[in-house]
T-cell receptor, first 112, second 118 residues
C-alpha cells in the first residue's frame, strides 16, 4: 500500500463547478496534512494545510480531514481555468512528523 | 514569508560529470532541508533529509555515494549528483523547514532544478 494515495485523474470540470479531490494515507499517527498545487515545470505551492478533523475553509478552497478514515480531501468552489494544475496531497510522517510524503497527484482540468 | 532559493534552475551536463545544486533559505534558518526528485508526470519522491551539522538521512533505494548532500550551515544545503547518467535526468526540488513556524507552515519549496544529462 502506498503511503499517500490519490486518484491520478485527470479530473475535468466545467468552469464554475466544484472540483473534489481525494486522498488517503496509511500512517494512522500522521498529524499534518497539506494540499499543494503544481503547474507543469514548476515547484509545488502550498494551498492549504489542516491538522484537525473537520473542514477548513480558505476562500474558494475547503480542506476536509477525517483521521478515523485516514482521508483528506480538497474542494475547489467556482473552479476557474487557472485552477487547472496537478494537486498534490502531502502528509507529514515519521518520528516527529518531519518527513513530508507526497501522493502521486491528481490532474485537474477546468474547461472554460 | 519564508523564501528558499535554489540554483541553478536548469543545467545540462555530459554523462559522467558531476553537478552541484544549491538550496538556500534566505530569511530564516533551516536546520532541516529535504531533497526531492520528480520524474515527468510523477509525484515528488523524497530522496534524503539534510541535517545541519550531521550526516544526511537517505531514503531506501537512494545511493548516498551518488547523491552527496552537504548541509554545512543553517542556510545552505547542497546536493551533488556524481557521475551523472541520463537516467539521473529529472527535476530536483529542495524544501526547507523554518523551525520558527508551526508544523506545515514551515515547509517552503525551492523553484527546482531541471537536470538533463546527455
Amino acid at each position: 500500500q502506498k503511503e499517500v494515495e490519490q486518484n491520478s485523474g485527470p479530473l475535468s470540470v466545467p468552469e464554475g463547478a466544484i472540483a473534489s479531490l481525494n486522498c488517503t494515507y496509511s500512517d494512522r499517527g500522521s498529524q499534518s496534512f497539506f494540499w499543494y498545487r503544481q503547474y507543469s515545470g514548476k515547484s509545488p505551492e502550498l494551498i492549504m494545510f489542516i491538522y484537525s478533523n473537520g473542514d477548513k475553509e480558505d476562500g474558494r478552497f475547503t480542506a476536509q480531514l477525517n483521521k478515523a478514515s485516514q482521508y483528506v480531501s480538497l474542494l475547489i468552489r467556482d473552479s476557474q481555468p487557472s485552477d487547472s494544475a496537478t494537486y498534490l496531497c502531502a502528509v507529514n510522517m515519521g518520528p516527529g512528523g518531519f518527513k513530508t510524503i507526497f501522493g502521486a497527484g491528481t490532474r485537474l482540468f477546468v474547461k472554460a | 514569508g519564508a523564501v528558499v532559493s535554489q540554483h541553478p534552475s536548469w543545467v545540462i551536463c555530459k554523462s559522467g560529470t558531476s553537478v552541484k545544486i544549491e538550496c538556500r533559505s534566505l530569511d530564516f534558518q533551516a536546520t532541516t532541508m529535504f531533497w526531492y526528485r520528480q520524474f515527468p508526470k510523477q509525484s515528488l519522491m523524497l530522496m534524503a533529509t539534510s541535517n545541519e551539522g550531521s550526516k544526511a538521512t537517505y531514503e531506501q533505494g537512494v545511493e548516498k555515494d551518488k547523491f552527496l548532500i552537504n548541509h554545512a550551515s543553517l542556510t545552505l544545503s547542497t546536493l551533488t549528483v556524481t557521475s551523472a547518467h541520463p537516467e539521473d535526468s529529472s527535476f530536483y526540488i529542495c524544501s526547507a523547514r523554518d523551525t520558527g513556524l508551526r508544523g506545515g507552515l514551515g515547509y517552503t519549496f525551492g523553484s527546482g532544478t531541471r537536470l538533463t544529462v546527455v
